[in-house]
């Protein structure tokens, strides 16, 4: 899956409460900096005791900007839902009608070995009867992962499991700010979760073991206002593409378009991509100095990098 330009398209998450009722609006108007993605959140943004509510407004949320998507052209952005429980997975799908052309998939929350069989059995049962592939992106944010003794164990044993549905799997995310909250942590705006190493070594693991295979985005910035919010989130950017992570979970649409700003590609790396991957298999030689002679391009180590500046240049652009 990580060959396809569609995991890369993610981009820029923007998780909202499922019971907002704006939501449909903003769509349909296009208030928010283009390309995002939006994820209307069941979870942990809505109180126990009004889950029925929300997805009655969700529900009606689809069916306004299905609606007027059949009378008039605005951006439609990639749509999950992120779910409580598996049950949800189906009955919502059904409930959605010709809405659920809409969907992109289903958000998967604290994501574990107890509970990964019955959200994949749910997931084939969609695809199964859907017209379209219905994605799933689970989310590694449980604290089942901090402990040292088995934390590879169950990364690899995951892993396992969604390697045999590998092509509905779109992105694999990680919580941030659930993985902070286990120890107690929050990061300053001048400050990023790199900081915080019992997170960041766990992070580290996770693109270890998924980041060959899949696309692993960001954690949430939590910042949209105030001193050094922007710089900060372009900070943690930074060191996102380092740690290899593509892609962000948003909390606002003002964080939409540093993120995207982030992941376009400079021109010196879109000509050394185009370079690499258009080689000369018969030269003797498989090195020469980059566009801007200011580095190496080396065919046998690059390649990899190569493809994947691509596929962001197709996305976000180049500087």
Not at 132 to 160: C, H, N, Q, W
């Amino acid at each position: 899956m990580k060959d396809n330009t569609l995991c890369y398209s993610v981009g820029a998450l923007l998780y909202t409460p499922a019971n907002k009722t704006t939501i449909a609006s903003s769509v349909i108007m296009e208030k928010f900096d283009l390309p995002y993605s939006l994820a209307l959140c069941l979870e942990d943004t809505v109180n126990d005791d009004f889950v029925e509510e929300a997805e009655n407004i969700m529900i009606q949320t689809l069916h306004t900007i299905y609606r007027e998507k059949e009378k008039s052209s605005f951006y439609i952005p990639h749509i999950f839902i992120r779910v409580r429980n598996p049950e949800q997975i189906n009955r919502l799908y059904g409930t959605l009608g010709g809405a659920n052309k809409l969907l992109s998939g289903f958000i998967i929350p604290k994501f574990s070995l107890e509970n990964a069989d019955a959200y994949i059995r749910e997931i084939i049962n969609i695809n199964a009867g859907s017209g379209k592939t219905v994605y799933m992106m689970p989310i590694f944010e449980s604290a089942s992962f901090i402990d040292l003794r088995t934390r590879y164990d169950i990364l690899y044993g995951l892993k396992e499991k969604l390697d045999a549905i590998e092509n509905y799997v779109l992105n694999i995310r990680v919580g941030g700010s659930d993985l902070c909250h286990i120890f107690g942590s929050r990061r300053r705006a001048d400050e990023t979760i790199y900081d915080i190493r019992p997170v960041s070594d766990l992070l580290c693991d996770i693109v270890t073991v998924f980041g060959k295979d899949y696309i692993v985005s960001g954690p949430v910035w939590e910042y949209y206002d105030g001193a050094n919010w922007e710089s900060g989130l372009r900070e943690e950017l930074k060191k996102d593409r380092l740690f290899g992570f593509t892609g962000k979970t948003a909390i606002h649409p003002k964080q939409i378009a540093v993120i995207n700003e982030a992941h376009k590609v400079s021109r010196e790396e879109y000509e050394d991509a185009k370079q690499l991957l258009a080689w000369d298999k018969t030269n003797p030689s498989f090195v020469s100095r980059s566009s801007g002679h200011s580095r190496m391009n080396e065919f046998k180590t690059h390649t990899n990098w190569a493809r994947q500046i691509l596929m962001k240049a197709e996305i976000y652009g180049v500087r």
